[in-house]
T-cell receptor, first 118, second 110 residues
Framework: GAVVSQHPSWVICKSGTSVKIECRSL??????MFWYRQFPKQSLMLMAT?????????EQGVEKDKFLINHASLTLSTLTVTSAHPEDSSFYIC??????????????FGPGTRLLVL | DAKTTQPPSMDCAEGRAANLPCNHS???????VYWYRQIHSQGPQYIIH???NNETNEMASLIITEDRKSSTLILPHATLRDTAVYYC???????????FGTGTRLQVFP
């Protein structure tokens, strides 16, 4: 299947700082990417849909000024957690839809980024 | 949006077939059923998806009932590496969004 990468794989930061997480589609171009958050022993929660060249669409209850999303190219979307606090500590996962005919119905997920805010 | 119901956990002996059920009684006619799995501390891995017909690939088989209200994921010969949380998801109509439920934690034992 298609490959999606994330960087960094884990990050520890101090409360009040901002953290940027990158999501890349390595062997395909993705006009749409998705960002999820997962707390321990819970399921994935969709945060937002990232659209190349336009504003992201946020799910209800997700603060757009807190979680800044930029999708500047067809292979890269970034999620910036601004003024991070301990309650933002979580596992952040991105996914991208492979537009290749025959695979266009499928989303592929990155390996995730574990964020710990002290 | 159609919701899915899965048993919280299942056990399976290594080498045996693992049959994971999923109920999606409110599914609409144009909504696909997707299966993903998540091994601990990793991103979800795509397994298979289908609309009406049964599907098979190198990983698994997907059996969808005729009324489309339920489906079963079959891992024909489970291995220890198949231990994971398996998510049955109905893709939201006219969007690409995948809404994850609580999934089934499959434990494959020797």
């Amino acid at each position: 299947g298609a490959v999606v990468s994330q960087h960094p794989s884990w990050v520890i930061c101090k409360s009040g700082t901002s953290v940027k997480i990158e999501c890349r589609s390595l062997d395909f171009q993705a006009t749409t990417m998705f960002w999820y958050r997962q707390f321990p022993k819970q399921s994935l929660m969709l945060m937002a849909t990232s659209n190349e060249g336009s504003k992201a669409t946020y799910e209800q209850g997700v603060e757009k000024d807190k979680f800044l999303i930029n999708h500047a190219s067809l292979t890269l979307s970034t999620l910036t957690v601004t003024s991070a606090h301990p309650e933002d500590s979580s596992f952040y996962i991105c996914s991208a839809r492979d537009p290749i005919t025959g695979r266009q119905e499928t989303q592929y997920f990155g390996p995730g980024t574990r964020l710990l805010v002290l | 949006d159609a919701k899915t119901t899965q048993p919280p956990s299942m056990d399976c002996a290594e080498g045996r077939a693992a049959n994971l059920p999923c109920n999606h009684s409110t599914i609409s006619g144009n909504e696909y059923v997707y299966w993903y799995r998540q091994i601990h501390s990793q991103g979800p891995q795509y397994i298979i998806h289908g609309l009406k017909n049964n599907e098979t690939n190198e990983m698994a088989s997907l059996i969808i009932t005729e009324d489309r209200k339920s489906s079963t994921l079959i891992l024909p010969h489970a291995t220890l590496r198949d231990t994971a949380v398996y998510y049955c998801i109905v893709r939201v109509s006219d969007t690409d969004k995948l809404i994850f439920g609580t999934g089934t934690r499959l434990q494959v034992f020797p």
